[in-house]
């Protein structure tokens, strides 16, 4: 028997880089967490069976939870853009949102609240310009994929329940993500900058991510899109710099030229050649604030550089 005042909260896609921070960081704040998984369950472990390209779902998750959190999708740098791959990445995203907002209208839930991922990349290579929430959305790969799962999402509504969108930055961790291709370049001597080096990384510590959903469940006038990225962006030239001076090596700064890179990977090299300004401002409105508001911060808590 869970006490009525714990708040259930209910993991779509909780098990990647994110979802596993964030599962930490909920359950020391002393909510219940249980998740979706595609994989077998054992009867009360926390884990209720689901599969979105079949739309099968234990709808006793549904039934259980106080906020459903949907941070469910394949990742966008896993593999090269083929076509199929772009079809994994759209639909993984889109049968998943459209399951859990289907079965939120035709299941009995006490579900108050949806928190639902989206990217910056739905603005696509915005050059030095500030960017807001209500700015200009990209027609490119990332840009369409974003604002085809926003749709998606807005469907929550439909249940009568209050919708956040996180346009969620590179989110920096020791965990993987971002951090890990480039610290591995650093231990070879290498720091590489990507084309010009001029782009803009808008980047977020995993932590102060996992602080905003939680501001996000409590205050209930949060609502809508927000940015989930840092208040000082850096170039990615400027990013590299720092991270060679903390790790306090001897690293080479070596620039990448684009067509390389577009070699390399193809059309997928948006995801290192492109880059957002991205403001911080409406969420910092809420009166959210950053324990990681500066890169330095984030990246000497994260190297253990303290």
């Given at each position: 028997?869970?006490?009525?005042?714990?708040?259930?909260v209910?993991?779509?896609?909780?098990?990647?880089?994110?979802?596993?921070?964030?599962?930490?960081?909920?359950?020391?704040?002393?909510?219940?967490?249980?998740?979706?998984?595609?994989?077998?369950?054992?009867?009360?472990?926390g884990?209720?069976?689901?599969?979105?390209?079949?739309?099968?779902?234990?709808?006793?998750?549904?039934?259980?939870?106080?906020?459903?959190?949907?941070?469910?999708?394949?990742?966008?740098?896993?593999?090269?853009?083929?076509?199929?791959?772009?079809?994994?990445?759209?639909?993984?995203?889109?049968?998943?949102?459209?399951?859990?907002?289907?079965?939120?209208?035709?299941?009995?839930?006490?579900?108050?609240?949806?928190?639902n991922?989206?990217?910056?990349?739905?603005?696509?290579?915005?050059?030095?310009?500030?960017?807001?929430?209500?700015?200009?959305?990209?027609?490119?790969?990332?840009?369409?994929t974003?604002?085809?799962?926003?749709?998606?999402?807005?469907?929550?509504?439909?249940?009568?329940?209050?919708?956040?969108?996180?346009r969620?930055?590179?989110?920096?961790?020791?965990?993987?993500?971002?951090?890990?291709?480039?610290?591995?370049?650093?231990?070879?001597?290498?720091?590489?900058?990507?084309?010009?080096?001029?782009?803009?990384?808008?980047?977020?510590?995993?932590?102060?991510?996992?602080?905003?959903?939680?501001?996000?469940?409590?205050?209930?006038?949060?609502?809508g899109?927000?940015?989930?990225?840092?208040?000082?962006?850096?170039?990615?030239?400027?990013?590299m710099?720092?991270?060679?001076?903390?790790?306090?090596?001897?690293?080479?700064?070596?620039?990448i030229?684009?067509?390389?890179?577009k070699?390399?990977?193809?059309?997928?090299?948006?995801?290192?050649?492109?880059?957002?300004?991205?403001?911080s401002?409406?969420?910092?409105?809420?009166?959210?604030?950053?324990?990681?508001?500066?890169?330095?911060?984030?990246?000497?808590?994260?190297?253990?550089?303290?």
């Amino acid at each position: 028997m869970i006490p009525s005042e714990i708040k259930t909260v209910l993991l779509a896609g909780g098990s990647g880089l994110i979802g596993t921070r964030l599962r930490e960081h909920l359950e020391s704040k002393n909510y219940r967490v249980i998740n979706l998984t595609r994989k077998a369950v054992e009867p009360g472990k926390g884990y209720f069976h689901w599969d979105p390209e079949k739309k099968v779902i234990d709808q006793e998750a549904i039934k259980q939870a106080d906020i459903l959190i949907n941070l469910a999708g394949t990742s966008i740098a896993d593999s090269r853009w083929t076509a199929r791959q772009k079809r994994k990445i759209i639909n993984s995203r889109i049968f998943a949102t459209d399951l859990l907002t289907q079965t939120l209208l035709t299941t009995p839930n006490k579900i108050t609240a949806v928190i639902n991922a989206s990217a910056t990349g739905i603005y696509g290579h915005t050059d030095n310009r500030i960017i807001r929430e209500e700015s200009f959305l990209a027609t490119d790969f990332l840009g369409l994929t974003c604002k085809r799962w926003e749709d998606a999402a807005a469907n929550f509504k439909k249940s009568g329940k209050r919708l956040v969108i996180f346009r969620i930055g590179l989110v920096l961790s020791e965990d993987g993500g971002f951090l890990k291709p480039l610290l591995k370049a650093l231990s070879f001597g290498i720091a590489p900058v990507f084309g010009s080096g001029e782009q803009y990384q808008s980047w977020i510590h995993i932590d102060d991510l996992c602080k905003m959903i939680n501001k996000a469940i409590i205050n209930e006038k949060i609502e809508g899109v927000y940015n989930a990225v840092g208040p000082c962006p850096l170039s990615n030239y400027n990013f590299m710099k720092l991270l060679t001076q903390l790790k306090e090596g001897n690293q080479l700064i070596i620039k990448i030229p684009a067509f390389i890179m577009k070699l390399i990977m193809g059309e997928m090299s948006a995801l290192v050649l492109e880059g957002t300004r991205a403001s911080s401002k409406k969420i910092e409105e809420t009166g959210f604030t950053f324990t990681y508001p500066q890169a330095s911060y984030a990246l000497r808590n994260i190297l253990h550089k303290h």
